[in-house]
């Protein structure tokens, strides 16, 4: 009992001191927390009600795998939060052992002190994120056009178990180092913990004047390849397939000019105000400028690190959204009906659809019969670049059940001669510009291409293709008389009645259905599939970036403060000579804001320059680019919320720390 | 000759009502302006709370103390920084430089806090650099160069702004017997050619005898005060302190 009241005095009297660490700690657990139980299938199964449970599945399995991979970065910045706590109290434990407390009654007080510590910021940060993660989830779906038909107060005590588990290890991890550290230290070390001196090695500065500008020169040329039409046109040929090889110099020519970037910005950065007599002279500037500059010299290797990791966030934020916002705005088109099934076995078809009892579903359905043949292919056709794409079987149809699900679709029918086809083409690259034929040859018959159509579709689960082609024959060419044929039956309908009642009642009907030779695809499971395609990018994109910053700040944080720990005596002797309070917190807030800043401003001109191209790619795929304000606004928001708790939490502990005598 | 310190019967006690310790007891005296002098007693004498008082770091319980007739027992806490940097000047024992600074900025800082314009302090911090011998260093860092030239650099910076007066806290007590005759020597030399004021605590006969006048304290008094004649020789001088250091009794040990 005496050691937890000794324990819980000690946090209570160094709460400030523990204050970035509580910060970091309450904010991971939200954070964690939150994205945990909006994706969790409690609460999705809930907002998707009909969808399909695998994909839901999906989701939930990702953002777990996301979330160990995560804990472990995590569980890295809780230890070094930690330890820069536990630097702090060398001097104070070294007098417990002097006083002749042994080493495990100390382990025992460290243990009762990360316990409560523990306790509170979870039980602080799971209390917080509980009504939080409700808004969250109301404000992405509703961003994300996500009807909600009603606010599902969901608490999941698997969520809560969970990041109770995950953090519980983390902070056992903490506990076993801090036991692992005690016993290990010496009494005299421990005791003479605060005198450690910091190395200095400023570099020259014509050393640092060539590095910088090596730096400039290696960020420029990155940017200016990055930005150049050349690099976009080739990567935009290749597609969807960016041959990693051609990124590979500009990513490491990027990461190595960001690091020489920082290197050499310690002594830039003397060179450059040295030069300005009117700033270098004034006041305590020369002081605040050998502060900053020795501080980058220190940690030059993870200000790069950080400068990377805001980098990355701000891209995959914003692409995150982009690319959610492309699925969206798709979703929904070129699904002629609400149901296609397609016959998995041809000789079982009427049986299945006798027993499917379709008519309770539909008034009229649509069957059609799609072949394909073996050496019959885009390339036949069209401008096809085959060596970059596969060259897919080109599809054939009858036009007598294909104008029945035209007509079906409201398109006028189309007439066909005996030796006349009807192409029906969806996708950029299949277009009637990039046709390179009018005719077609097929079993020793020479068909003409009589029309070319662009609006209509065969089957709803074509949408999940990219470029379709439909081959459309009269009725009397026979396609299943060669060898080589695939036959495909598919029926296709729209529900009578209420659509989305039908809709469950049909899929649960299917799930029952193990044995059906039957698959099915839905218009809704296709908007629904889309929906968590894009709530799964949203999602995790978000969650990358938010830990991202997270880690960014908090250690920016602590440098901070482990550097005005050392710099003590320095400001003493500032005020010994008559530099007042007023001219310290100034050169502090200068200190601090530029060392938070700089990382953030480097890692604004990468992110733009890297946004700038994924920009074009999207309005070149997608005819649109990265837009939603609503979401910039709250990605932003959320940035500069985390930004400016961090900056003003280390600037008053650090003025506490320089107060103190 | 005006008098730039006046101290008028300070007094400065420590504890409570039961156990009091008068550090300082009634202590006055003057110094005129340009003279160089020396406050010289044992541990515990009282002379560093002394000094402290008028260094403004630390507050006398009763009494005045007049620094060009300002009053600076009456100043508050905000206007104490700005008088120490305007009117004092600082030469601590561990020199008290600053380890991120090179010498040439650790003086200039004593300016760019007085505000001055940039092209004054450049010529200020060579000149000044120059008179105590340490133009060869101004790029150099306080972990690179000797004892004796960490501490002419922060006389440098006490002498840069031209204060009224020097206070210098046992100046040689972290030096070597040689650099403690260099570093005296410049400093006689600030006090002759730029007329500094300047009031040094020390405990070393060696160091006090390049004064011009030394006060002796036991316990917390003024005990004795020597001058040094106008053809005295320092030698002569030094034989004379070391007779009152005698005197003061049982102080050997901190001479030898």
Known sequence: ????????????????????????????????????????????????????????????????????????????????????????????????????????????????????????????????????????????????????????????????????????????AVIMLNVFSVSRYKIISLIHAQKKKQKLGIPSSWVALVIFILAIGLLGWTYGVVLSQDAFQRIFIAGDLVPVGDLLPVFVFGVTGTFLLFLSLAGFLVVMIKRSPRLYYQSINLFTLRQISSRIQTNWISISFICLMISVSICSASVGMALGEYYRDDSGNLTPFDVTMTFLSESSVDEDLYELNLNQYTEESYPLTSYSRVGFVYSNLFDWNAEMFPDFLLIF???????????????????????????????????????????????????????????GELRTDFKRLNDNVSVVFPDHVQFDNGEDFFKTVTRSFNYSGDAFLQELKLVEYFRDQNEFNIDLMTKNMLIQEEKITLLTITFVSFYLSVIFILVSMAILALQQLTDAVESEERYQILKKIGVDCHMKNKSLLVQIGIYFLLPLFIASIHSMVALIFFNRILIEETARGTSNPLLMISAATMVFGIYILYFFATYIQSKRILGEK | MKPVLKVETIQKYYGNDHNLTKAVNNISFQVQEGEFVGIMGASGSGKTTLLNCIATIDRVTAGNIYINGKDITALKEKQLAKFRREELGFIFQDFN????????????????????????????????????????????????????????TASARAIAGDPTLVLADEPT????????????????????????????????????????RILFIKDGRIFSELIKGEQESRKAFFERIIEVVTLLGGDQNDVF
């Open chain 2, 97 to 152: 430089l600053l380890d991120t600074l090179t010498v040439r900025e650790n003086i200039a800082l004593g300016l760019t806090i007085l505000g001055k314009n940039p092209k004054f302090i450049k010529q200020r911090v060579e000149e000044v650099a120059k008179m105590l011998e340490i133009e060869n260093c101004l790029e150099k860092y306080p972990s690179q160069i000797s004892g004796g030239e960490n501490q002419r």
């Open chain 1, 397 to 455: 149809y009858h036009i007598t059940e294909v104008n029945q699900i035209l007509a079906a679709q409201g398109i006028e029918p189309v007439e066909l001669l005996d030796n006349e086809i009807l192409l029906i083409l969806h996708g950029e690259d299949v277009t009637e510009e990039s046709l390179i034929t009018d005719k077609f040859k097929i079993d020793g018959e020479e068909y003409r291409i009589a029309e070319v159509l662009t609006e």
């Open chain 1, 1 to 172: 009992m005496m050691f937890f009241k000794l324990s819980l005095r000690n946090v209570k009297r160094s709460y400030q001191d523990y204050a970035i660490y509580f910060i970091t700690l309450i904010l991971a657990v939200s954070v964690f927390y939150i994205f945990n139980s909006l994706s969790s299938q409690d609460y999705l199964v809930t907002v998707f009600q009909g969808a399909n449970i695998d994909s839901i599945e999906t989701i939930e399995t990702l953002i777990v795998y996301l979330s160990i991979f995560i804990s472990f970065i995590l569980g890295f910045l809780i230890i070094y939060a930690n330890s820069f706590i536990f630097k702090r109290r060398k001097r104070e434990l070294g007098i417990y052992l002097t006083l002749g407390m042994e080493r495990k009654d100390i382990s025992r007080i460290l243990l009762i002190e990360t316990l409560i510590i523990g306790i509170l910021s979870l039980g602080i940060g799971i209390g917080v994120s509980i009504p939080l993660s409700q808004a969250f989830g109301v404000l992405v779906f509703r961003i994300m056009d996500i009807y909600i038909e009603e606010l599902n107060f969901v608490f999941s005590w698997f969520v809560m178990g969970r990041t109770i588990v995950y953090f519980g290890i983390m902070f056992l």
């Open chain 2, 173 to 212: 007590g972290a030096l070597d017997s040689k650099s403690a005759r260099i570093f005296m020597e410049r400093l006689t030399l600030m006090n002759q050619e730029l007329g500094s004021t300047i009031l040094m605590v020390t405990h070393d006969t060696f160091s006090a005898s390049y004064a011009n």
